[in-house]
């Protein structure tokens, strides 16, 4: 049975390397991009309105084992994925838009389950928990922009695109950035 436990700031620094075990097995990234990513996940928690959710298989063989996390915090000028995406919408389609959707947000900022676990509605689940009850207009997130999983997931729960093809600086990879008003009703 899978169980979805909160966890603030705190605790989520001290699981961080359980999170990042989650991440790096479901992403696969390039090893000398972990430490960096760590570090960004890490002070990620320092950001307001952080909130993290564990997705706790309760019953696994030697006891509960976290096998998925998601978490966000309220966006703000002065965060680098705030302001880089902020500027960007704004250019492609108007200070009007990005206040709309960026000017009072809810930043999910990272979505992972352990891939012995996907496919059983736990992001989704994860995602309908993380939102509920958050005061924010809206909720946006940056995901890879090709058909995957994750970007089906979004498109189905609602969450359109507001950016595409869009290149974070320094980056190679396309991303989209999606967004959708809040309150998600749970499907």
């Known amino acids: 049975m899978i169980e979805f436990r909160g966890a603030g700031p705190a605790e989520f620094a001290e699981r961080l390397d359980t999170v990042m075990d989650i991440y790096t097995a479901a992403m696969r990234p390039p090893a000398d991009q972990i430490p960096g990513r760590s570090a960004i996940m890490r002070n990620h928690g320092t950001y307001p309105k952080f909130q993290c959710y564990f997705a706790e298989w309760r019953d696994a063989p030697g006891g509960p084992r976290i096998v998925g996390f998601a978490y966000g915090f309220r966006g ?44 059983k509605g736990i992001g989704r689940a994860m995602i309908n ?59």
């Open 76 to 119: 703000a000028p002065g965060q680098w994925w705030h302001d880089v995406v902020y500027r960007a919408l704004a250019d492609r389609a108007g200070a009007d838009a990005a206040d709309a959707w960026l000017g009072y947000a809810f930043e999910l900022a990272e979505i992972h389950v352990h891939p012995d676990h996907q496919r």
């Open 129 to 187: 928990t993380l939102c509920a009850g958050r005061p924010e207009r809206t909720a946006v997130l940056s995901t890879h922009d090709r058909p995957t999983v994750a970007r089906h997931l979004y498109s189905a729960m609602g969450f359109m695109d507001l950016l595409s093809r869009f290149v974070f600086p320094g980056g190679y990879e396309e991303y989209a950035i999606v967004g959708r008003r809040l309150p998600l009703t749970p499907s």
